[in-house]
């Protein structure tokens, strides 16, 4: 028996385990964040009032905390070591996430347990640590954070099955918690249920790839993939898992034809919530689809013309193209189209963020390079934009109900002018307005989409923003032109002043940030750098032209 | 740094008027814009390309490398005789709302000095990516000036406004990534958005259908912006709507922005589409000259009048454009300059009356000329320059616009191409016919005629409370705004031809790619084979001249067709 194999084993043996070690070590940001869930499960049970308040400090310190651990051990020697399919990403994904997730959770400070804390405080009611949700709503929230972040570390299908799970099924009570109201209960079984079928979806399609590539490593499966594509195309079992997988995604996302739930939802669950529904789920939905499109990839795909022989095109397999790009166009129209329908603020901005998640599509089609870059640079703006709309939102009440329609807003400028003048460059951001954050997001996926030919799209994206334009300036213009109703009048600020001081950072970000975007432009970048440069070795190594 | 500090000034200015108390900030808003004009003023007379095609103020510094985006500025002369324009009509606007604007002050002047930087960045920029963002920010303060400040109706016509200006210019933006994209490709992936550099691509490199779809996308966003004929009804709404300084700003530089945009993009860098089109879009403009002077015909309200006025005024100025030889062209900038000046100053003019008697029904007034002779003479002299009275500087750019469609005829005999031709400039020049009567009318109901004050209020101050009660007749602050306007009008009109020289070699450097393919054209045709280059009085020399060989021409082609058969 020879000494070799037995020294090739071990050799093996080392490197699983260093890959393992260096996994285990890209994930300490969300080993933080899973250790600060259950020290905010603890301090919401405490019988101290000053240790409860003090729970969404643990978060927002855990989240900063992770912050700054990313760029510590997302070291691009590491991820290289992890094997993962676009090794960069996590890092400035992972950061703008723990940045908005603070955001995110200053908005829901005091949103929970406010009737109870209250009788607590005047003696009415004895304190009961089983009639306190405190503890559990935030550690729910770090858990679909942690969810989030782990998407983008993901190396096999599984890794980002379960990742998309714990993003998703912490925003299932999160709804049902959100407020004591019988529409939030609605909401959440109506999100829980057709988020059940959605997974089916996307599992059954996860199912397919297996069976089409034959291994659950998203990198195995790029290199069988580009093998497949190479020898005479992808087949069906491919394509059709893909889809299938994409169509589950698409309800992370929101997009159409996966839309539906959206309005209702978003209604139904109260203002802070709502915000981290727009943000949390519909990251994790555009990574995953990220790295789903990544396996099969932006080259060497070929059609069959009628004399038999293959030709060649640029993008994604021609099917998985023109599925992404019927759903990038009625996302991008059901969603503007619905908003400028709308007399509630809060369906409007859902139906918004639905036609975000449309021109969000238009970067993926466009794939690496610019589209993906785009994309990732989107999503930051979209964060933050979106959040401090929705912040402002969850700033005010009236007779201690939130304020949902878009009446409410009117005059708010002579009360509150800075809450109105926040809300109007959020709404200035959504609209896409140079030299505001949104807008340069907006020219980054353009850029994208026209770089990859899709011209027809991008077409279809200015035709939205302008209709787009219609329904924000009612943002602008209610809360800054408009005389206050009676109605309105009645609007205060709730208790808690973090909502609005999310709002106001969240308004000076989309004023600031577009100074610093240079930098930002080349985060993105470095965060999908290895990505083309990968594909070609892969193609060249299989024997496909050159692109 | 020159041409930056024409962005910076008036937005250090927007800021400290925004932050001092309410009280001052008019007078600090003057003071910037004071100092605005006199570096426009030490800029003009520093400027070294006048009257030649060369861009000067150059300055450039990398904002986003990875996408080729740069912070570049710089101006030639027809951009520096804009921005000159535009540094001009800000403290007349300035001045020109110290009575008028009473509430709200900061938020008025931060906002006007802020439109005033936006469109200096749209003059001056030399990256396309830095004209979108300055040709959409103008957007943010209009929308304020209207929206806060305006009419009763202001609410509808901002948003009008707003959602007009903002779609067309979303397709100019994506006409110009594609543009870009196209170049990108052509130097291996190395992203470019330098205005020169890709003009020059664009012109020289693009196919006939690809320019066709560039000139569409960059006319949804400028054309509505002129406004030209089907996509202008935003406009008469803004104007009226608009604070006073609001429709100065408005006639005077932002529907300039849009010519302009014509002027710098679609002209160089989509010749084979815009000499394909040309007589299209003339023919719109016509449309738009006609169409607005009948409307104007049957105004009552004269703010409504003027606005109207605007559009077909503009139409000339389109018209001269796409005649696409140096002599329409120079027209079409002169024009430019003109009717900022004299729209800019019956704007104000008629804001004057509306602040005294908070009308602008003409039915209600008549005969202000014996309680107001000093307005009136103002009144009557700007509407005469309006109206193309020879002498004042109406004339000089209308006669110009039209000479310039006149000669711009097939046999290439201009040495460029010719598009339009003799028919065109004959019913254009209806309009002027048309502008007479309409502006003559107006003159007649209310500065001459038997005397009448609007809404009883024959005090001779307005009743309104006003905390600065407003003499019967102009005060020496509104005389002072009014007096720079009228002598700039005059001088023009008396002696255009400096101007008409500095601007002249930007003007052909812009119309160079017609001049190579219409000098390719009659190199097979020997006769008339010049460019028509210089100065307008040499033009109109020269242009008679090919008038007869042309005739020659077509006798000798007759005699030739003749003996064939």
């Given at each position: 028996?020879?000494?070799?194999?037995?020294?090739?084993?071990?050799?093996?043996?080392?490197?699983?385990?260093?890959?393992?070690?260096?996994?285990?070590?890209?994930?300490?940001?969300?080993?933080?964040?899973?250790?600060?869930?259950?020290?905010?499960?603890?301090?919401?049970?405490?019988?101290?009032?000053?240790?409860?308040?003090?729970?969404?400090?643990?978060?927002?310190?855990?989240?900063?905390?992770?912050?700054?651990?990313?760029?510590?051990?997302?070291?691009?020697?590491?991820?290289?070591?992890?094997?993962?399919?676009?090794?960069?990403?996590?890092?400035?994904?992972?950061?703008?996430?723990?940045?908005?997730?603070?955001?995110?959770?200053?908005?829901?400070?005091?949103?929970v347990?406010?009737r109870?804390?209250?009788?607590f405080?005047?003696g009415?009611?004895?304190?009961?640590?089983?009639?306190?949700?405190?503890?559990?709503?935030?550690?729910?929230?770090?858990?679909?954070?942690?969810?989030?972040?782990?998407?983008?570390?993901?190396?096999?299908?599984?890794?980002?099955?379960?990742?998309?799970?714990?993003?998703?099924?912490?925003?299932?009570?999160?709804?049902?918690?959100?407020?004591?109201?019988?529409?939030a209960?609605?909401?959440?079984?109506?999100?829980?249920?057709?988020?059940?079928?959605?997974?089916?979806?996307?599992?059954?399609?996860?199912?397919?790839?297996?069976?089409?590539?034959?291994?659950?490593?998203?990198?195995?499966?790029?290199?069988?993939?580009?093998?497949?594509?190479?020898?005479?195309?992808?087949?069906?079992?491919?394509?059709?898992?893909?889809?299938?997988?994409?169509?589950?995604?698409?309800y992370?996302?929101?997009?159409?034809?996966?839309?539906?739930?959206?309005?209702d939802?978003?209604?139904?669950?109260?203002?802070?919530?709502?915000?981290?529904?727009?943000?949390?789920?519909?990251?994790?939905?555009?990574?995953?689809?990220?790295l789903?499109?990544?396996?099969?990839?932006?080259?060497?795909?070929?059609?069959?013309?009628?004399?038999?022989?293959?030709?060649?095109?640029?993008?994604?397999?021609?099917?998985?193209?023109?599925?992404?790009?019927i759903?990038?166009?009625?996302?991008?129209?059901?969603?503007?189209?619905?908003?400028?329908?709308?007399?509630?603020?809060?369906?409007?901005?859902?139906?918004?963020?639905?036609?975000?998640?449309?021109y969000?599509?238009?970067?993926?089609?466009?794939?690496?390079?610019?589209?993906?870059?785009?994309?990732?640079?989107?999503?930051?703006?979209?964060?933050?934009?979106?959040?401090?709309?929705f912040?402002?939102?969850?700033?005010?009440?009236?007779?201690?109900?939130?304020?949902?329609?878009?009446?409410?807003?009117?005059?708010?400028?002579?009360?509150?002018?800075?809450?109105?003048?926040?809300?109007?460059?959020?709404?200035?951001?959504?609209?896409?307005?140079?030299p505001?954050?949104?807008?340069?997001?907006?020219?980054?996926?353009?850029?994208?989409?026209?770089?990859a030919?899709?011209?027809?799209?991008?077409?279809?994206?200015?035709?939205?923003?302008?209709?787009?334009?219609?329904?924000y300036?009612?943002?602008?213009?209610?809360?800054?032109?408009s005389?206050?109703?009676?109605?309105?009048?009645?609007?205060?600020?709730?208790?808690?002043?973090?909502?609005?001081?999310?709002?106001?950072?969240?308004?000076?970000?989309?004023?600031?940030?577009?100074?610093?975007?240079?930098?930002?432009?080349?985060?993105?970048?470095?965060?999908?750098?290895?990505?083309?440069?990968?594909f070609?070795?892969?193609?060249?190594?299989?024997?496909?032209?050159?692109? | 740094?020159?041409?930056?500090?024409?962005?910076?000034?008036?937005?250090?200015?927007?800021?400290?008027?925004?932050?001092?108390?309410?009280?001052?900030?008019?007078?600090?808003?003057?003071?910037?814009?004071?100092?605005?004009?006199?570096?426009?003023?030490?800029?003009?007379?520093?400027?070294?390309?006048w009257?030649?095609?060369?861009?000067?103020?150059a300055?450039?510094?990398?904002?986003?490398?990875?996408?080729?985006?740069?912070l570049?500025?710089?101006?030639?002369?027809?951009?520096?005789?804009?921005?000159?324009?535009?540094?001009?009509?800000?403290?007349?606007?300035?001045?020109?709302?110290?009575?008028?604007?009473?509430?709200?002050?900061?938020?008025?002047?931060?906002?006007?000095?802020?439109?005033?930087?936006?469109?200096?960045?749209?003059?001056?920029?030399?990256?396309?990516?830095?004209?979108?963002?300055?040709?959409?920010?103008?957007?943010?303060?209009?929308?304020?000036?209207?929206?806060?400040?305006?009419?009763?109706?202001?609410?509808?016509?901002?948003?009008?406004?707003?959602?007009?200006?903002?779609?067309?210019?979303?397709?100019?933006l994506?006409?110009?990534?594609?543009?870009?994209w196209?170049?990108?490709?052509?130097?291996?992936?190395?992203?470019?958005?330098?205005?020169?550099?890709?003009?020059?691509?664009?012109?020289?490199?693009l196919?006939a259908?690809?320019?066709?779809?560039?000139?569409?996308?960059?006319?949804?966003?400028?054309?509505?912006?002129?406004?030209?004929?089907?996509?202008?009804?935003?406009?008469?709404?803004?104007?009226?709507?608009?604070?006073?300084?609001?429709?100065?700003?408005?006639?005077?530089?932002?529907?300039?922005?849009?010519?302009?945009?014509?002027?710098?993009?679609?002209?160089?860098?989509?010749?084979?589409?815009?000499?394909?089109?040309?007589?299209?879009?003339?023919?719109?403009?016509?449309?738009?000259?006609?169409?607005?002077?009948?409307?104007?015909?049957?105004?009552?309200?004269?703010?409504?009048?003027?606005?109207?006025?605007?559009?077909?005024?503009?139409?000339?100025?389109?018209?001269?454009?796409?005649?696409?030889?140096?002599?329409?062209?120079?027209?079409?900038?002169?024009?430019?300059?003109?009717?900022?000046?004299?729209?800019?100053?019956?704007f104000?003019?008629?804001?004057?009356?509306?602040?005294?008697?908070?009308?602008?029904?003409?039915?209600?007034?008549?005969?202000?000329?014996?309680?107001?002779?000093?307005?009136?003479?103002?009144?009557?002299?700007?509407?005469?320059?309006?109206?193309?009275?020879?002498?004042?500087?109406?004339?000089?750019?209308?006669?110009?616009?039209?000479f310039?469609?006149?000669?711009?005829?097939?046999?290439?005999?201009?040495?460029?191409?010719?598009?339009?031709?003799?028919?065109?400039?004959?019913?254009?020049?209806?309009?002027?016919?048309?502008?007479?009567?309409?502006?003559?009318?107006?003159?007649?109901?209310?500065?001459?005629?038997?005397?009448?004050?609007?809404?009883g209020?024959?005090?001779?101050?307005?009743d309104?409370?006003?905390?600065?009660?407003?003499?019967?007749?102009?005060?020496?602050?509104?005389?002072?705004?009014?007096?720079?306007?009228?002598?700039?009008?005059?001088?023009?009109?008396?002696?255009?031809?400096?101007?008409?020289?500095?601007?002249?070699?930007s003007?052909?450097?812009?119309?160079?790619?017609?001049?190579?393919l219409?000098?390719?054209?009659?190199?097979?045709?020997?006769?008339?084979?010049?460019?028509?280059?210089?100065?307008?009085?040499?033009?109109?020399?020269?242009?008679?001249?090919?008038?007869?060989?042309?005739?020659?021409?077509?006798?000798?082609?007759?005699?030739?067709?003749?003996?064939?058969?």
């Amino acid at each position: 028996m020879s000494v070799a194999p037995v020294l090739l084993a071990q050799a093996d043996a080392a490197g699983a385990a260093a890959v393992t070690l260096a996994r285990l070590i890209l994930v300490v940001p969300e080993m933080v964040l899973l250790t600060g869930a259950v020290v905010a499960t603890i301090l919401g049970l405490s019988r101290s009032r000053a240790l409860r308040d003090a729970t969404p400090a643990a978060v927002v310190i855990s989240l900063l905390a992770a912050m700054l651990l990313v760029p510590l051990v997302h070291t691009p020697e590491r991820a290289e070591a992890a094997g993962l399919l676009m090794p960069m990403l996590g890092k400035p994904v992972r950061m703008a996430i723990c940045a908005i997730g603070a955001m995110l959770c200053l908005v829901s400070i005091g949103l929970v347990d406010r009737r109870i804390e209250a009788a607590f405080a005047s003696g009415r009611a004895a304190f009961d640590p089983i009639r306190v949700i405190r503890g559990e709503y935030y550690a729910f929230f770090l858990l679909s954070v942690t969810g989030l972040m782990l998407v983008s570390t993901a190396n096999d299908l599984i890794w980002l099955f379960l990742a998309l799970e714990l993003t998703s099924l912490p925003t299932y009570i999160m709804v049902a918690i959100s407020r004591p109201s019988r529409r939030a209960l609605e909401a959440a079984v109506k999100y829980f249920f057709l988020g059940a079928l959605a997974t089916a979806t996307f599992l059954y399609g996860f199912a397919m790839l297996y069976g089409a590539a034959g291994t659950l490593i998203l990198t195995e499966m790029r290199d069988v993939f580009a093998a497949q594509a190479a020898a005479g195309g992808l087949g069906i079992l491919a394509v059709l898992g893909l889809i299938l997988a994409i169509l589950g995604v698409a309800y992370k996302i929101a997009a159409a034809p996966m839309h539906f739930y959206a309005a209702d939802v978003y209604e139904g669950a109260a203002s802070p919530v709502t915000a981290f529904l727009a943000f949390v789920p519909k990251a994790a939905g555009m990574l995953a689809l990220m790295l789903l499109l990544g396996t099969v990839g932006w080259h060497g795909h070929s059609v069959v013309d009628d004399s038999g022989a293959r030709i060649f095109h640029d993008g994604l397999p021609r099917a998985v193209l023109y599925a992404l790009w019927i759903i990038a166009a009625m996302t991008m129209t059901l969603g503007n189209v619905g908003a400028l329908l709308q007399s509630s603020a809060k369906r409007m901005l859902a139906y918004s963020s639905i036609a975000h998640s449309g021109y969000m599509i238009i970067g993926l089609i466009a794939g690496p390079g610019l589209g993906l870059n785009s994309v990732l640079f989107y999503l930051l703006a979209y964060g933050v934009m979106n959040t401090a709309a929705f912040a402002i939102l969850a700033g005010l009440e009236r007779q201690g109900e939130e304020i949902e329609s878009l009446a409410d807003l009117a005059g708010l400028a002579r009360r509150h002018p800075l809450l109105a003048a926040a809300m109007a460059i959020s709404a200035g951001s959504l609209i896409g307005l140079p030299p505001l954050l949104g807008f340069w997001g907006k020219l980054y996926l353009f850029i994208g989409g026209i770089q990859a030919g899709q011209i027809g799209l991008v077409i279809i994206a200015c035709i939205n923003s302008a209709i787009s334009a219609w329904y924000y300036l009612r943002l602008v213009g209610l809360p800054l032109l408009s005389p206050p109703t009676p109605q309105a009048e009645a609007v205060v600020p709730t208790p808690s002043i973090w909502p609005r001081v999310a709002a106001l950072s969240g308004a000076a970000a989309i004023l600031l940030l577009p100074l610093l975007v240079q930098p930002l432009v080349e985060a993105a970048q470095g965060a999908t750098s290895a990505t083309p440069a990968d594909f070609a070795v892969v193609l060249r190594g299989a024997g496909a032209p050159a692109p | 740094m020159t041409a930056a500090l024409f962005i910076l000034i008036p937005l250090a200015a927007a800021i400290a008027a925004a932050a001092v108390p309410s009280r001052l900030s008019h007078w600090v808003a003057l003071a910037g814009s004071m100092v605005l004009v006199a570096h426009g003023l030490v800029a003009a007379v520093f400027f070294g390309a006048w009257g030649t095609g060369a861009f000067a103020l150059a300055s450039e510094a990398t904002w986003l490398r990875p996408l080729g985006i740069e912070l570049a500025l710089g101006a030639d002369s027809v951009a520096m005789a804009l921005v000159l324009l535009n540094c001009l009509l800000l403290p007349l606007c300035v001045a020109g709302s110290f009575t008028a604007v009473q509430e709200r002050q900061r938020e008025y002047y931060a906002w006007m000095l802020g439109l005033a930087a936006a469109v200096n960045g749209v003059f001056l920029a030399r990256d396309v990516v830095f004209f979108y963002i300055c040709f959409e920010f103008t957007l943010i303060p209009l929308f304020f000036l209207i929206a806060i400040f305006g009419g009763p109706n202001r609410e509808r016509a901002s948003i009008k406004f707003f959602l007009y200006t903002f779609t067309g210019s979303l397709f100019t933006l994506a006409g110009l990534l594609y543009v870009a994209w196209q170049a990108s490709l052509a130097a291996d992936g190395a992203w470019t958005f330098s205005i020169a550099a890709l003009t020059d691509f664009a012109s020289t490199q693009l196919s006939a259908e690809q320019q066709g779809m560039v000139l569409l996308a960059l006319m949804a966003g400028f054309a509505v912006k002129v406004p030209l004929f089907p996509v202008h009804t935003w406009l008469p709404l803004a104007h009226t709507e608009a604070p006073t300084a609001g429709s100065v700003l408005l006639a005077g530089v932002l529907l300039k922005l849009g010519t302009y945009g014509l002027f710098r993009f679609a002209l160089p860098m989509v010749p084979t589409a815009v000499e394909e089109y040309a007589p299209f879009i003339a023919t719109l403009s016509i449309i738009g000259i006609l169409y607005a002077a009948l409307i104007c015909w049957v105004q009552d309200d004269v703010k409504r009048l003027v606005a109207y006025s605007s559009v077909s005024h503009l139409g000339f100025c389109v018209l001269g454009l796409f005649a696409l030889n140096p002599v329409g062209a120079q027209g079409s900038v002169l024009y430019m300059i003109n009717h900022g000046l004299s729209t800019g100053a019956l704007f104000l003019c008629i804001g004057m009356i509306y602040e005294r008697f908070h009308t602008r029904d003409m039915d209600a007034m008549s005969g202000l000329a014996r309680r107001m002779p000093v307005w009136a003479f103002f009144m009557v002299f700007f509407t005469l320059s309006s109206l193309g009275l020879p002498g004042l500087n109406g004339f000089v750019s209308e006669f110009l616009c039209l000479f310039g469609a006149f000669i711009s005829t097939r046999d290439a005999t201009t040495g460029y191409p010719g598009p339009l031709g003799p028919w065109y400039a004959a019913i254009a020049g209806l309009g002027m016919i048309l502008a007479a009567m309409y502006l003559l009318i107006m003159l007649g109901k209310i500065v001459f005629g038997p005397p009448k004050v609007p809404g009883g209020a024959g005090h001779g101050h307005d009743d309104h409370g006003s905390p600065s009660a407003l003499p019967t007749d102009l005060s020496p602050r509104e005389i002072a705004v009014l007096v720079p306007l009228a002598v700039l009008c005059l001088a023009i009109g008396l002696q255009p031809k400096p101007l008409t020289d500095a601007i002249e070699g930007s003007v052909i450097e812009t119309l160079r790619p017609y001049a190579r393919l219409a000098v390719a054209a009659s190199e097979a045709q020997p006769e008339g084979g010049f460019v028509l280059a210089e100065g307008i009085d040499r033009a109109t020399e020269r242009a008679t001249r090919p008038l007869v060989s042309q005739r020659e021409h077509s006798r000798l082609a007759g005699a030739e067709e003749g003996a064939a058969p």
